[in-house]
């Protein structure tokens, strides 16, 4: 290896210093030595996540972090984007043994004909590497309440509110975390014009309570034909999650959930380290939990 790529190397490594390189490259391992989460069996909410081969130790953390504080019991089903290892699925089985665990050739089998009378779905699910957010959560979810949920989120204490709405029969709304700001494909005017209803502010599609019978196909295949819809690849699936609730029902989590890029966890119950701050969930969001005694108590 020459000079330069060592040197670049070393910046990489340290570029957010030395206590996010402590964290990330030594503690975060260290959730592997904590005991597995065997009780995942409540289908009165399943929990679904999308994890792949850099972020599966992050998912631990998720994971472990909410069953821990929430002391629920949701089942769980987990699905592979298509690069996770055998090694990686077998310790995320271990940890988590009443878990499903999907992966990419399994849900294609499946999810693939689902799609085959819509064929705007069926393009976007083949081409969009988090498409399988939408309709494979749809598809395999065994519970008529969804905990959509990212792999970059830390639970610090109980999310009382987000499980008050989960576990309220007369809730009938989708809730999900706020966004910094609105981040879709399409454009309010255009959703009001075309669809004929409004289209809700700052959905961030990382966590939050979704309805089942909200992940319609014949929506979904519908909102495909907005123009330009198929737009910023990071920003498709959340348009597409903002437009199923928006139609369905939707409010926003409280502002303790909201997505902030400034300040720290300040009392809240979670944070979503996005990927502008994907630095903090180890220098911050890992770093609180260790010092609290976090691992102590697994």
Same mark, same amino acid.
């Given at each position: 290896? %020459?000079?330069g &790529?060592?040197?670049l190397?070393?910046?990489q490594?340290y570029e957010?210093?030395?206590?996010t390189?402590?964290y990330r ?5 260290? #959730?592997l030595?904590s005991r597995p989460?065997?009780?995942?069996? +409540?289908?009165?909410c $399943?929990?679904?996540? =999308?994890?792949y081969?850099? +972020?599966?130790?992050? @998912?631990?953390w998720t994971l472990k972090?909410?069953?821990h504080?929430s002391?629920?019991?949701?089942a @769980?089903c987990i699905? +592979?984007d298509?690069? =996770? ?5 077998a ?9 499903? #665990? /999907?992966d990419k050739?399994?849900?294609?089998n499946?999810?693939l004909p689902l799609l085959s009378?819509?064929p705007?779905?069926l393009e976007?699910r083949?081409?969009?590497? @988090? ?11 065994? %519970?008529?309440r969804?905990?959509?949920?990212d792999s970059d989120?830390l ?5 009382? !509110?987000?499980l008050?709405?989960?576990?309220n029969?007369?809730?009938?709304l989708?809730?999900?975390?706020g +966004? *910094? ?5 399409v454009e309010p $005017? !255009? ?5 004929g209803?409004? =289209?809700?502010?700052? *959905?961030?599609?990382g ?7 909200s992940? &319609?196909?014949?929506? /979904?295949? !519908?909102?495909l034909?907005?123009p330009?819809?198929i737009?910023?690849f990071?920003? #498709?699936e959340?348009?597409?999650?903002a437009?199923?609730s %928006?139609?369905f029902? *939707?409010?926003?989590?409280?502002p303790a959930?909201?997505v902030?890029l !400034?300040?720290s966890?300040n009392g809240?119950?979670?944070?979503h380290?996005v990927?502008k #701050?994907r630095? =903090?969930?180890y220098s ?5 939990? *260790?010092q609290?005694?976090? @691992?102590?108590e697994l």
């Amino acid at each position: 290896m %020459s000079i330069g &790529s060592l040197v670049l190397k070393f910046k990489q490594k340290y570029e957010h210093g030395l206590h996010t390189a402590y964290y990330r490259d030594t503690v975060r391992y260290k #959730i592997l030595n904590s005991r597995p989460i065997v009780n995942t069996c +409540d289908l009165s909410c $399943e929990i679904h996540v =999308l994890t792949y081969a850099n +972020d599966w130790l992050n @998912l631990i953390w998720t994971l472990k972090s909410f069953y821990h504080f929430s002391q629920r019991q949701y089942a @769980l089903c987990i699905h +592979d984007d298509g690069t =996770l290892t055998q090694q990686n699925i077998a310790t995320l089985q271990y940890h988590f043994p009443n878990a499903r #665990i /999907i992966d990419k050739k399994q849900a294609d089998n499946k999810v693939l004909p689902l799609l085959s009378s819509y064929p705007r779905c069926l393009e976007f699910r083949k081409n969009n590497h @988090l498409s399988p957010k939408v309709f494979d959560f749809g598809a395999y979810l065994e %519970s008529d309440r969804m905990l959509l949920l990212d792999s970059d989120i830390l639970f610090f204490a109980a999310p009382t !509110e987000l499980l008050n709405r989960i576990e309220n029969p007369d809730y009938q709304l989708n809730t999900l975390n706020g +966004d *910094v700001a609105s981040s879709y494909t399409v454009e309010p $005017e !255009e959703v009001k014009t075309h669809l004929g209803f409004d =289209l809700a502010e700052r *959905v961030n599609s990382g966590l939050g309570l979704i309805h089942k019978r909200s992940l &319609s196909f014949d929506w /979904i295949e !519908e909102f495909l034909g907005l123009p330009d819809i198929i737009g910023y690849f990071w920003r #498709i699936e959340q348009t597409i999650y903002a437009l199923c609730s %928006s139609r369905f029902g *939707v409010e926003l989590l409280p502002p303790a959930y909201d997505v902030h890029l !400034e300040g720290s966890i300040n009392g809240s119950p979670c944070r979503h380290y996005v990927g502008k #701050i994907r630095h =903090l969930m180890y220098s911050e969001g890992i770093r609180h939990l *260790v010092q609290n005694k976090f @691992l102590k108590e697994l």
